[in-house]
């Protein structure tokens, strides 16, 4: 049968962050806000494993007490996004037709009925597709000079998010020869090919840590759960 891996590419340095280690070892109450978003995808009864994919030079992951089912480590990270998703599968051996669900390590207050949702939405699909939300506001283009230069009709746009799952065999091929500034996610290498993702609506709450400001709004998502 074929296995569902989700895959979390986290050798990045979180340079826009500017704290002295990378964010995704940031303390979000009481843990490394990666433990989160790993406890997560753990926490799904389909995933079979979940595969983190750190720098060789990482410095840091040792540092913790993980503690968590399903969890393997693939010290095979690359300069890139895609370099890293590549890699991680090179690593893995994955089979062709293995699922792989490629999750942000910073996305932390993704939530198990999400994933859930998406397993559920994919199970007979041929291409795959992601987690997303339609686009909620009035979109804006602006010019050189920060002035309004257009407003885009929102009717059709959505904001891509994560997880994004495909088949093993699709991604290994989309990523083949990828450079990385070309793509900002797996979805898009897919797209190259001629394929067509299915958009499966998401969570707002599933957002991307990238300031410190965002920690706050994780920290009391986080708290908010905790409670219940």
Known sequence: MARMIALVPAAGSGS???????????QLNGKPLMWHT????????????????????DEWFDGFDWDLPKLSVRRVGGSS????VANGLAALACAEDDWVLV????????????VERLIAALSGHAVGGLLAL?????????????????TVPRNG??????????????????LRGVAAEDITDEAAAVERLGLKPLLVE??????????????ALARAIQAAREDY
């Open 103 to 114: 999750h942000d390590a910073a996305r932390c207050c993704l939530s198990v009925a999400a």
């Open 38 to 57: 790993l406890a997560t995808l753990a926490a799904v009864p389909g995933v079979d494993e979940v595969a983190v994919v750190v720098s060789p030079q």
């Open 81 to 84: 996004r895609a370099e890293s």
């Open 16 to 26: 826009r962050f500017g704290a002295p280690s990378p964010k995704q070892y940031l």
């Open 202 to 215: 998401g969570d707002a709450q599933n957002f991307k840590v990238t300031y410190p400001r965002d920690l």
């Open 157 to 174: 746009l959505w904001l891509a998010q994560t997880p994004q799952m495909f088949r093993a065999g699709v991604l290994e091929n989309a």
């Open 134 to 150: 339609p686009v909620p506001d009035t979109v804006k283009r602006a010019d050189a000079d920060g002035h309004v230069a257009a």
